[in-house]
Structures are given as C-alpha cells and as structure tokens.
C-alpha cells in the first residue's frame, strides 16, 4: 500500500481481525507512543478531527458510556497499572507529563471546570460521605500507607518537603492543642459573641456569609470565659482566624485594643 493511501473497508476489517486479542510489549507500546507523537502537525490534527467527529455522535458517546461501565478485568487493570509503572520510570516521561499538567491547570478553562466540579462533589452529601468512606478504608489499610510512604521517598520532587509535627514544629506549644475548652465555651456562648460584634469579623469587617465566624481567643487561654468574663473574645473571619495561629505575640497587641475599647472590660 502506497503511502497515504486509505484501506478499504474490507481491508480495515482483517486489520482489525489479524490484531485483535494481540498484546504489545513494553518496548512496542514504547515505539507505538513515539510514531504517534512524531506525526506531522497536521496529520495529528486529522486524526483529532476524526476523534471530535467520532464523539460529536450521540451513538458512540452512548456505547464507549456502557463499555466503560463494565468493570475491568483483574488482568486488564493489572496490565495497565503495569504499562503507567514502566512508562513512568523514564524521567522524560515524568517530566513531560508534569508540563503538561502545569499548562493545563493555567488555563483558565481548566480551573473552571476543576472548580465546577469540585464545588458539585461538595454539593452532593452522598457523594461527600462515599468519598470519605473511601479515604477511611484505604488508609487504614498498613498496606496502602507504605506503599505511599515509599512512592513519597522514591519520588520528593512529587512532594512538599514533610512538615514538622510535635515538638518538632516552629509552632509548637507544650501541646496545648490537646486540652480541652473551657465547658461553658459552647455553642451558645459563640453565637452571643457574634451577634455582639454585628457578625462581622473585628479585624477587616467582612461580614459573615453562609459558613458561621470563629470565635477568637485573644490572650489564647482555652479556660477563659470559665472565669465569667467575656472580654476576652472577637469573632474572625475566618482568613484572619488562620492567621491569628501563627506569629501570636503579635495579634495579641493588635487585638488587644479591643481591651481597652471594650465598655465591658473588667479586670
């Protein structure tokens, strides 16, 4: 057959008969990839064109549905499992498809439809609780943790440096995390402390929308409002909540005004 010339049907259909069931190996699947990314730019492009055309149809958009609802074979997933593994211990492999994920998460079309859908997850509380049933079941597995530990410490460029936990942390206060809040700091006595302040945050003044303000602890003491006195609160948005976490010295003086402003305040 001469180059570009198309095969007949009859022809295509003994391709398809003579390379059904047959498997590639690695190395094949390998030189498969790259003719395929070595094409000319326009024929890529007429091949793309034929995949839109292909899903632009309501009949094979409802058959490619029901064949990948059908559940995988143990040998399938494992052979495809098998070829992402050998794939991805050829760094050019690991870089390219990093690129790729960076471009594409820069497009603004890309971040729409991720938060789209991410916002449609967080909707749905069916789907919220499989999702967490999920995460529970796997992590409880000892199997499952080590092999993410050990794909973690095989591949750090994939991760953040870990961050320090315990005494270990910059943040670190004797653990005091763990002691529990004074009784009468409840439910009840956080919604009185938001109403006080108009349900706006004290620091900017944004005013509370949908998701309640947390209460904030000004001098820090998880035991201060069992002393009867309330001086010691101020609802924060909740950016402004995060922050009051780290660097504490420092809003305690802001907040600290509040003190003296505060016609309640008493010693």
């Not at 991410?118 to 919220?128: G, L, M, T």
């Not at 499989?130 to 460029?157: F, G, L, S, V, Y």
Request: hydrophobic share 30%; glycine share 4%; charged share 30%.
């Amino acid at each position: 057959m001469q180059k570009g010339q198309h095969c007949s049907p009859e022809t295509k259909a003994k391709i398809s008969a003579a390379n059904k069931g047959r498997k590639l190996t690695p190395e094949q699947n390998i030189k498969f990839v790259e003719a395929m990314q070595n094409k000319r730019p326009e024929t890529k492009e007429k091949i793309r064109d034929s995949v839109k055309k292909l899903w632009n149809d309501p009949e094979y958009r409802n058959h490619m549905s029901e064949v990948h609802k059908k559940p995988l074979s143990p040998k399938h997933r494992e052979n495809m499992i098998a070829g992402i593994k050998e794939a991805y211990k050829r760094p050019e492999v690991i870089a390219k498809k990093t690129a790729q994920n960076r471009a594409n998460l820069a497009k603004p079309e890309v971040k729409a439809k991720l938060s789209h859908a991410s916002k449609r997850v967080a909707a749905d509380p069916i789907e919220k609780e499989r999702r967490r049933e999920r995460t529970i079941k796997r992590w409880q597995d000892p199997n499952a943790r080590e092999k993410q530990r050990e794909m973690m410490d095989a591949n750090p460029q994939w991760w953040p440096p870990r961050t320090p936990s315990g005494e270990d942390h910059p943040n670190w206060k004797g653990g005091v995390a763990f002691f529990p809040y004074c009784p009468k700091f409840n439910d009840a006595f956080k919604e009185h402390i938001r109403e006080k302040f108009g349900r706006k945050c004290y620091r900017c003044g944004t005013p509370e929308k949908g998701r309640k303000f947390p209460v904030h602890h000004i001098d820090y003491n998880k035991n201060s409002i069992c002393n009867g006195k309330e001086w010691a609160f101020v609802p924060l948005c909740h950016s402004h909540h995060a922050q009051s976490n780290f660097n504490r010295w420092y809003w305690f003086n802001l907040l600290i005004n509040y003190w003296v402003m505060n016609p309640d305040f008493i010693l």
